[in-house]
């Protein structure tokens, strides 16, 4: 089973960036599915963006154009650069991963115990 950390969460204003990392450890990072959550306060988890054993890359519509999912197999960790960013990002977000779930099932999945791994939060405060 593989175990996620999560940093490079903080605080910045509007228009600012951030990149979030997730160190995984203990199976094969390769071989899996990984991708990231956010929820905000009084909302739900929501996905953010997933990215397959083969590179391929799915985003939510509330990201694209200003947030890239990617990974470094040899590290075995997974990044999310986060641009142009806005109060409504403003929420933790998590990482997480699969060795069987397709990108849109991934991005899409409502449950946590519907994926194989979490970590356990960053946290991203965006001011106006």
């Known amino acids: 089973q593989v175990q996620l950390v999560e940093s490079g969460g903080g605080s910045v204003q509007a228009g600012g960036s951030l990149r979030l990392s997730c160190v995984a450890s203990?199976?094969?990072?390769?071989?899996?599915?990984v991708g990231w959550f956010r929820q905000a306060p009084g909302k739900e988890r929501e996905g953010v963006a997933v990215?397959?054993?083969?590179?391929?890359?799915l985003y939510a519509d509330s990201v694209k154009g200003r947030f890239t999912i990617s990974r470094d197999n040899a590290k075995n960790t997974l990044y999310l650069q986060m641009s142009s960013l806005k109060p409504e990002d403003t929420a933790m977000y998590y990482c997480?991963?699969?060795?069987?779930?397709?990108?849109?099932?991934?991005?899409?999945?409502?449950?946590?115990?519907?994926?194989?791994?979490w970590g356990q939060g960053t946290l991203v405060t965006v001011s106006s």
């Open positions: 990215i397959d054993s083969v590179g391929s890359t």
């Open positions: 997480a991963a699969d060795r069987a779930l397709g990108n849109w099932y991934f991005l899409n999945a409502r449950r946590p115990a519907t994926l194989d791994a």
């Open positions: 203990g199976a094969t990072f390769s071989s899996y599915s």
